[in-house]
């Protein structure tokens, strides 16, 4: 593990959900360890059968029978999943080039590596339902799968890769956390995975601010700032409020998505407040207070209509994200087409030696 | 060359060179690619934060890996004109990395072995790393060079385009702990043999650029320091 080379602040985050992560990993093992059934009885319906494994909290492995909307419905969710990891790199990247110490710039490298790494995976565990990772990548370059919306908003200042870790990773992980107990055996596995990576981003953005709000008054200033402007695209990262969302009924009952959009969006709200206080800056936000009643802190929603207006395509950097990566493919095109015919020419040397 | 001038120079010659691969991220040719060149960027990087704090211990002037990195202007940086220049396409990216990776893996090998037991312990972990570096750079020069006819004739412009530079890294030192010169048969050898496999030519001798080791560097250092230290210029004396 590159660049971890701080020790996290005492009171920093990450803890309490890095410790679902592991609870998950070992109901995960101990559902491998539960005698699966073999497979469906010769009388039993395979609907019957796959229903059977969810609802034991099993894991639906891909020689397994599953519904085709089943199928359709991960392989969209991974792939968009995969393609936001990949796209995510942009906005990050571009602050490595001016990284303001040479140990910030080591953290960034490797934090964005860990994103193309993230992609590769999960386009892997999209790959084991039937489906080629070219084939998603022609998707994502022709527009046809989305990726998070908020890879669609700048980068300006070196605080947005602080609010970035705390806030982007922070939502990513408690969406993200639950998927770790997802039905499907190989999503869940990779999640596990992603999910401790993305709890040290979290830290890392988090010490980047930390360390900005306890510096100059122009170093605490653009902290501010970041955390203004990220932080309500932040919240509009677990989707539209649960009355309007399309997809969360049946993933839910396929297990899935085990919480709505708003109770992680809560949840999220929740991690945050106390977070901000020991950084020492405000979320936007003059109605954010806590509710006895509730448990929780009432806040302000998101625009979604932004959100809306953004899944469009027409957030501010939805064209050079997506212009960024069609170069990158396209210019890469002869290096892949080289990489083909030379390994096609070694294949039949060897042939002609055997 | 004094100790101190020939770890500076090192040191800049992978910091310069971390910057430039810095420069892909998001944007090789293929994903695994991204994840290969930001691991050798983050190899350069690492040894130069070793070099560059050596070099500051050795000057005793109390700068540490930042301020010889973002506070110096370009006559005052040490590395070779082979790292500051351009990326190009993916070819010369992998032709100036072949070359300098070339370079490094007898330099940090020899260093393993020098009077210094600093620069000795630096050198015996770069070498590893170098080693990857040489072999993935070469595999690629190799799928390059005997891939398509396209990639034949960009990986040969490459190398045709970037050979005179690597004339300056053999640069006779005698008192530096290791002399560049002595270096250069490892490098002809290795540089032989993967072109040949390449069914590339190695260009001919002719025009020596040179002129990085005494601070003379070309056009584009400054663009690349420019960047490189304009946040860190704006906030004098903060930390990060
Ligand atoms: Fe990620
Ligand atoms: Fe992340």
Redesign the interface.
């Known amino acids: 593990m590159y660049g971890n080379d701080f020790a996290p602040p005492e009171d920093g985050p990450g803890g309490g959900l890095l410790g679902e992560v592991e609870a998950a990993e070992a109901a995960l093992r101990e559902a491998a360890a539960r005698a699966r059934r073999g497979g469906p009885a010769g009388d039993e319906d395979l609907e019957a059968y796959f229903a059977g494994v969810v609802d034991a909290d099993q894991k639906i492995e891909p020689r397994d029978w599953m519904p085709e909307a089943y199928r359709k419905t991960l392989i969209r969710q991974i792939a968009q999943h995969a393609h936001s990891e990949i796209i995510g790199m942009q906005p990050e990247g571009n602050w490595i080039s001016r990284a303001p110490s040479l140990k910030r710039k080591a953290i960034l490298l490797a934090k964005v590596q860990d994103e193309a790494g993230h992609g590769l995976y999960l386009y892997a565990a999209a790959e084991t339902l039937g489906v080629s990772r070219d084939e998603l990548v022609e998707l994502l370059l022709n527009g046809r799968q989305k990726y998070s919306s908020i890879f669609n908003y700048p980068t300006l200042t070196w605080a947005d890769v602080g609010a970035i870790g705390w806030l982007v990773d922070g939502a990513a992980i408690v969406n993200q956390v639950p998927l770790c107990r997802c039905s499907y055996g190989p999503y869940a596995r990779a999640m596990i995975r992603v999910c401790k990576e993305e709890s040290f981003h979290q830290r890392q953005g988090y010490e980047i601010l930390h360390t900005l709000a306890h510096g100059t008054p122009g170093q605490k200033a653009m902290a501010q700032d970041a955390v203004d402007r990220w932080w309500y695209p932040s919240l509009a990262m677990f989707g539209p409020p649960d009355g309007d969302s399309t997809h969360s009924a049946q993933s839910m009952a396929w297990k899935i998505k085990r919480f709505s959009n708003d109770e992680l969006r809560q949840r999220f709200v929740d991690m945050c407040v106390q977070q901000a206080e020991i950084l020492g800056l405000t979320l936007p936000d003059p109605d954010l207070r806590w509710n006895e009643q509730r448990q929780s802190y009432d806040y302000t929603q998101p625009d979604y209509d932004e959100l809306l207006r953004v899944i469009k395509g027409n957030g501010p950097c939805n064209r050079q994200r997506m212009e960024h990566r069609r170069r990158a493919h396209d210019e890469g095109a002869w290096v892949r087409e080289a990489a083909a015919a030379y390994a096609a020419k070694q294949n039949s040397r060897e042939r002609v030696a055997a | 060359m004094s100790t101190l001038d020939f770890t500076l120079a090192l040191g800049d010659d992978a ?1 310069i060179a ?2 430039r691969l ?2 892909w ?11 290969a060149l ?2 050798i ?2 190899d350069q ?2 040894a ?2 070793l070099l ?1 704090t050596y070099a500051g211990e050795l000057e005793g002037a109390g700068r540490d ?2 301020a010889l ?2 506070l110096r202007d370009d006559r005052e940086f040490r590395n070779c004109l082979l790292v500051e220049l351009p990326n190009g ?3 010369v990216t992998m032709a100036k990395l072949f070359f300098l990776a070339a370079y490094q893996l007898p330099l940090y090998t020899a260093l393993a072995g020098c009077a210094d037991e600093r620069l000795a312990a630096i050198g015996a972990k770069a070498r590893k790393e170098s080693a990857y570096h040489l072999d993935h750079a070469a595999l690629w020069v ?3 060079g ?3 006819e ?2 034949h004739r ?1 990986m040969q412009d490459a190398v045709d385009q970037v050979w005179p530079y690597t004339h300056e890294l053999f640069t006779p030192a005698p008192t530096a702990p290791v002399d560049p010169a002595t270096l250069r048969a490892d490098f002809d050898a290795q540089v032989r043999d993967v072109l040949d496999q390449a069914t590339l030519t190695r260009p001919a001798d002719g025009w020596t650029p040179g002129g990085g080791r005494d601070g003379l560097h070309t056009e584009h250092l400054s663009y690349l320091l420019a ?2 230290q ?3 210029r704006a ?1 004098p ?4």
């Open positions: 910091l971390a910057q810095g420069e991220t998001s944007r090789a040719p293929e994903m695994e690619e991204d994840i930001a691991n960027a983050l990087l690492g130069a934060r560059l890996e930042d990195a973002y396409d993916f070819g190799r799928r390059l005997d891939g398509t396209e990639s960009r960047e490189m304009v946040l860190h906030h004396g903060a930390r990060w």
